[in-house]
């Protein structure tokens, strides 16, 4: 009896750590942020090319070992030697490691967003490999209960000066005589021992001809500082985005360190005030009704002009991982979106027992509120998404409770969801 009762323990102790989830790896990991490509110079960012130049090279040719590992190759040049040097990788689908050199990265139990990894240490300069290596999917499949795709991984290794800037965000407000106010932050970064002082040239265009707004600040960061630089526009409220009239903007950005530019953008980007009150939206003040279509994450950029020649103006993708084409071409068209965390576990049933729905199961907890994290951060530059879900069809509980404050703190006015949580608090109404 004695040796069943020590037997029986020690298989609930292998029993919990089989089945305990860690929590997105953030080894390197640098923080969550929408697509921002640097280029050397004006004229490169004005291209918006994805083709490899000084500061960027995709991997565009990957070689898959007997045992599923994608390999592919990237240059680092003498340029580098005094910046840091990142990889953002989208599209894997499934979780992963990212190694450089044969060395471990990072990687990240959600393969269904992106994410960029800080891999200055590991590389060396002239040749380096840089490898993918797709994981069991086993310790996620009970929060996966969806359609899943082939994992097509796309790879950027990007190069920014050690003051860089990080990301960039804006806000829109009404204003009076049909004047629109916005408030830009360009978060920067100095990775160094030292203090620092950036000047950011910004410089705001309609249709690539019409300079709306421009000006240049100054930020002084210290060692290893992080701020946000601010900045503001008045703008017509005639170059705002809907679905009626998509008006395409840029934002012309550039970095300047100690008298010498090191790094420029032309973001892409489009302007419109959002509110959500008592089950309404109004776009820009308007009253708007949304009736979305759900479709799969998985369709691409083709598939959404598709239903947009049939006549949709809101789709609402369902749990998953939207690429960010497919989303830049619903910004083009005028198409309002809603996006939904890569959670699903209706498979696991509704019991919030031990034992039951990981909703209810705080192992999750991290999890949980890492996807929909990841999910607000890397699509927020994007005007057509209006809202965000939660999940899907996956009981309620403390995860999604947790999700839920979490995802309020960083959303803007977009609201919330949760349509399967049986009209509890954790949805916006």
Not at 56 to 73: H, K, N, R, V
Not at 196 to 204: A, C, G, V
Not at 220 to 230: E, Q
Request: charged residues 25%; proline residues 4%; hydrophobic residues 35%.
């Amino acid at each position: 009896m004695k040796h069943n009762l020590i037997y029986g323990i020690i298989l609930a102790i292998a029993t919990l750590t089989a089945t305990e989830l860690s929590a997105q790896s953030t080894a390197s990991r640098d923080l969550h942020r929408t697509r921002l490509i640097p280029y050397p110079t004006a004229n490169d960012a004005a291209e918006h090319s994805l083709a490899k130049q000084r500061y960027m090279q995709p991997i565009t040719e990957w070689t898959t070992d007997s045992e599923g590992l994608l390999t592919g190759e990237f240059t680092y040049p003498f340029s580098w030697v005094e910046r840091q040097i990142f990889v953002r990788v989208e599209g894997v689908g499934k979780p992963y490691e990212v190694l450089v050199n044969g060395k471990v990265a990072g990687g990240s139990t959600n393969g269904h967003a992106a994410a960029e990894f800080n891999i200055t240490k590991v590389s060396r300069e002239d040749k380096n490999t840089l490898a993918i290596r797709i994981l069991d999917d086993k310790s996620v499949a009970a929060i996966e209960s969806f359609e899943h795709y082939d994992s097509h991984p796309v790879a950027y290794v990007l190069s920014q000066p050690r003051v860089r800037v990080r990301d960039i965000f804006y806000r829109t407000t009404l204003g009076k005589g049909g004047v629109v106010n916005v408030d830009f932050g360009a978060i920067t970064h100095n990775q160094t021992l030292g203090a620092k002082t950036s000047r950011l040239y910004y410089e705001l265009y309609l249709n690539d001809t019409i300079r709306l707004s421009g000006g240049h600040r100054d930020v002084s960061l210290g060692m290893y500082g992080v701020d946000t630089m601010r900045f503001g526009a008045p703008v017509p409220d005639s170059v705002l985005w809907s679905s009626d009239s998509p008006t395409r903007l840029s934002l012309r950005l550039k970095n300047r360190i100690a008298g010498r530019d090191v790094e420029f953008y032309d973001i892409p980007l489009a302007l419109r005030e959002l509110r959500y009150e008592n089950g309404t939206y109004y776009i820009n003040g308007k009253a708007t009704n949304i009736e979305w279509l759900e479709v799969s994450p998985n369709a691409t950029a083709e598939d959404v002009k598709g239903l947009y020649d049939l006549g949709h103006r809101a789709l609402r993708f369902t749990a998953g991982g939207v690429a960010e084409e497919t989303l830049a071409a619903c910004d083009e068209l005028g198409i309002y979106v809603a996006v939904t965390a890569p959670i699903n576990s209706s498979k696991m049933g509704t019991s919030r027992r031990r034992g039951g729905n990981p909703s209810n199961n705080p192992r999750w907890r991290e999890e949980y509120i890492e996807r929909v994290e990841q999910m607000i951060y890397t699509t927020q530059r994007h005007p057509s998404v209006i809202a965000y879900f939660l999940a899907d069809d996956s009981a309620n509980g403390i995860c999604l409770y947790e999700a839920y404050l979490a995802a309020k703190k960083i959303s803007g006015n977009r609201p919330i969801f949760y349509e399967d949580g049986n009209g509890e608090w954790n949805s916006d109404r």
